[in-house]
């Protein structure tokens, strides 16, 4: 288990100063090495870490408990017997995301199963509620279950430089959680200026997020390979700052398993392997597994078909 962030208190200092240029940043982004080596088994490896890693979520209006407990069955067993009995594997998701009323339910469902439960909070997704109602909804969370919160920031604060009003925010909000992990969205898409998604990060990183995070996912824009390189770089300079770790999640507009790849790879080249974990890093994309589903079927199929057309020796 990864030891949380304590923040570092408010130091503007460490960010203010720093500007990015988006232009290499999006060089930098689009000449991701690697992804054509991971082939076969190698790949296969890849997605099944992409499935230990995923935030199985379902946020609707019209969610039930019924509802929940489907999810939370396929989270125990994201690949079905058949094909995890195949790859020689046993995996169970990153956690299962719903929304605060629905937290109890997921933790019935889920019990026994190591699978944590995680609840957006704080006015999800715009986060416009008044702080001590979004403070309120954290604890409720938490008092339900909840083992995760992921919060959304005043987007305001950032647009407008206000940091101190930001940190203090995020901050209220972590004393909230208690024990419970904070994941803090920045809801890059919002945020106009990868300068600003990077100073947004040091200040949820230095109020104690123990994960940032891209998006709600209800943006026009999510998560980019540009914004995730910024919000990474921002993570290494906060742990060269403080020797403290902080998670990343992009979330929206992860599809295909290609995606997947694509994003560990991210990870690998800007954090090391050490960070390809469910405790230092989550995919925010339901309708990501089934794609992943298929790939590896194909995969097992490929090699079984393989294995029986072999030469005789």
């Not at 000449?31 to 296969?44: D, F, N, T």
């Not at 994201?78 to 009995?85: D, F, Q």
């Not at 929206?252 to 974990?277: F, I, N, P, Y």
Request: charged letters at 20%; a neutral charge; one cysteine or more.
């Amino acid at each position: 288990m990864v030891t949380r962030n304590q923040g570092s208190g408010f130091k503007p200092a460490l960010f203010t100063s720093r500007v990015v240029n988006r232009p290499a940043a999006e060089w930098l982004a689009a000449s991701l090495p690697g992804l054509r080596s991971l082939k076969g088994a190698h790949q296969a490896a890849w997605l099944v870490n992409a499935v230990r890693c995923l935030d199985l979520t379902t946020l609707a209006g019209d969610d039930t408990a019924g509802r929940v407990a489907r999810l939370c069955a396929k989270a125990r067993d994201p690949l079905g017997p058949h094909l995890a009995e195949a790859l020689g594997v046993s995996v169970t998701v990153g956690a299962v995301c719903v929304y605060p009323t629905m937290v109890r339910h997921a933790v019935k469902a889920l019990e026994g199963s190591g699978v944590p439960v995680a609840s957006v909070a704080t006015g999800f997704p715009a986060g416009l509620t008044p702080l001590p109602l979004r403070l309120a909804e954290i604890s409720y969370a938490v008092d339900q279950g909840a083992d995760e919160i992921d919060v959304v920031i005043t987007r305001e604060y950032a647009l407008t430089g206000d940091w101190a009003a930001l940190y203090e925010e995020i901050a209220q909000m972590r004393a909230a959680c208690g024990e419970a992990h904070l994941k803090v969205i920045l809801a890059t898409g919002d945020l106009r200026s990868l300068t600003t998604v990077y100073r947004a990060a040091m200040v949820a990183m230095q109020a104690g997020a123990d994960f940032i995070k891209t998006s709600t996912g209800k943006e026009e824009v999510n998560a980019t390979l540009p914004v995730s390189l910024i919000m990474l770089r921002a993570i290494r300079d906060y742990q060269a700052q403080t020797g403290q770790i902080v998670g990343f999640k992009p979330a929206g507009g992860l599809r295909t398993s290609k995606d997947a790849l694509t994003w560990q790879v991210l990870m690998k080249e800007e954090l090391g392997l050490s960070w390809l974990q469910p405790d230092l890093f989550r995919i925010g994309a339901s309708s990501l597994l089934a794609d992943i589903e298929r790939q590896l079927s194909h995969y097992v199929t490929g090699r079984y078909a393989a294995f029986h057309h072999q030469e005789p020796a």
